[in-house]
Nanobody
Framework: VDVVYSGGGSVQAGGSLRLSCVHS????????MGWFRQAPGKRLEVVAA?????????YYLDSVKGRVTISRDNAKNSMDLQMNSLKPEDTAVYYC????????????????WGQGTQITVSS
């Protein structure tokens, strides 16, 4: 069981990043997949999530709507997060995981988290 992250880094406000993760050792069949983040001193929150069923049903945190797009490849057990117009408040460690049920703010991660990927946005 493993998860590989890529795409994090440091950018200036207004910049863009594309995060990717690939899970191995299990399948996300039937699970909604989501990107979570945790900033220093703050609780883990769901940034964006997408349903398993190919309908494109998705959830986005209000503060990222219009700036972020989530996508997944079920065959590869992978997920991407395109982040545009980044803001300093987007600074956090980002993780991908999955949960049963529809994509929502109340998802929990049921699989191995790994180390995540750091995004740092400077003003």
């Amino acid at each position: 069981v493993d998860v590989v992250y890529s795409g994090g880094g440091s950018v200036q406000a207004g910049g863009s990043l594309r995060l990717s993760c690939v899970h191995s050792g299990h399948t996300f069949s039937g699970y909604s997949m989501g990107w979570f983040r945790q900033a220093p001193g703050k609780r883990l929150e769901v940034v964006a999530a997408i349903a398993w069923n190919g309908t494109g049903q998705a959830y986005y945190l209000d503060s990222v709507k219009g700036r972020v797009t989530i996508s997944r490849d079920n065959a590869k057990n992978s997920m991407d997060l395109q982040m545009n117009s980044l803001k300093p408040e987007d600074t956090a460690v980002y993780y991908c995981n999955a949960d049963k049920g529809p994509p929502s703010a109340t998802m929990v991660g049921r699989f191995y988290w790994g180390q995540g990927t750091q995004i740092t946005v400077s003003s």
